[in-house]
């Protein structure tokens, strides 16, 4: 920098114990410096001069918000400083309201650099909170809130592992496990997550009867209610089925309905393809057992090929 274009800048400045005031040239409203027909901005000048070294894009005076100001410590924030000047922390406990920018379904944001500038960051106060009370999260984690409250930002507050916001959104009653999260237009519970840097969306009964068997939904095997609730996430009304069985289980229920027990215990050749696959893919004796409502033994037949040979 030229001590020439140094020298104006200092000629310009009033410093007080907080602002330091330009009294310089406007252009736009904002301090300028013009030398040798060029202009310059005092506030590069100030920042460079005070070894400050920032990525923000937009030199305002956002500390202060004084536009005549060109402290250079006035002009720069870093990430903390912003947090905690948009924060409204009543106690330890309460939730923490963001006060700052939110983006258009309500949530909080953060945001540097010029509005018209694509190098704008945009990301989130509630990872930046769980960082500054020591929790490191991975990148592209979802957040969710046990508030519930959009705006709270209380680390205490957080939850970030998929388990702990599967339960959250989940309330027991003594029949139906009602999923009060976000619910597809057929009334099925949806829960998203991010794993391998991939938004993946899973039906939430799904999820429930992974986490309660510690298994996998076979490929092609849907999961089905036997309460007919499709919100419904209890895995004691869940059971593994296919299409058919999906159709046929509200079929049986219609036929119990008007007092029949035909349909109970028996097998098809469609459920005795599903039973072997089952078994085959690790699914336990007695949990076949119930799901097919057959006993055990004839589950084990089934499997040995004992019973229904004919079937390959
Ligand atoms: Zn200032
Ligand atoms: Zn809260
Ligand atoms: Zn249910």
Not at 195 to 221: A, C, D, F, M
Request: with cysteine; proline share 4%.
């Amino acid at each position: 920098m030229e001590q020439t274009i140094i020298d104006e800048f200092w000629k310009n400045v009033e410093k007080t114990p907080g602002c330091w005031n330009w009294k310089g040239k406007l252009r736009c409203n904002a301090p300028t410096i013009t030398y040798k027909t060029k202009n310059y901005s005092p506030r590069k000048i100030s920042i460079q001069l005070a070894g400050i070294i920032t990525n923000q894009k937009r030199l305002k005076p956002v500390i202060c918000k004084n536009n005549l100001c060109v402290n250079p410590t006035h002009l720069v924030v870093d990430d903390r400083t912003y947090f905690w000047n948009n924060v409204q922390k009543l106690s330890d406990d309460k939730c923490w309201n963001w006060k700052g920018l939110i983006n258009t379904e309500g949530y909080p944001i953060m945001r540097f650099g010029s509005l018209h500038n694509s190098s704008r960051i945009t990301y989130s106060p509630r990872k930046l909170s769980l960082q500054i009370s020591g929790i490191v999260i991975p990148n592209h984690t979802m957040i969710s809130v046990k508030c519930r409250n959009k705006l709270c930002v209380n680390p205490k507050h957080l939850l970030w592992n998929t388990i702990d916001r599967f339960w959250n959104q989940v309330q027991k009653t003594e029949d139906c496990w009602i999923w009060t999260g976000y619910t597809n237009s057929d009334m099925y519970g949806q829960l998203s997550y991010h794993k391998n840097s991939k938004n993946i969306v899973v039906g939430s009964h799904i999820y429930s009867w992974e986490l309660y068997t510690g298994r996998q939904v076979p490929k092609g095997i849907l999961v089905c209610h036997h309460c007919d609730h499709p919100w419904c996430v209890n895995p004691q009304h869940l059971f593994l089925g296919t299409k058919n069985d999906n159709t046929q289980d509200m079929v049986s229920k219609g036929r119990q309905n008007r007092g029949s027990t035909v349909i109970f215990s028996k097998l098809t050749e469609d459920k005795v393809k599903l039973i072997r696959e089952l078994r085959q893919s690790g699914i336990p004796v007695s949990q076949l057992s119930k799901q097919f409502t057959v006993s055990k033994t004839a589950i084990k037949d089934v499997v040995s090929r004992k019973t229904w040979k004919h079937i390959p």
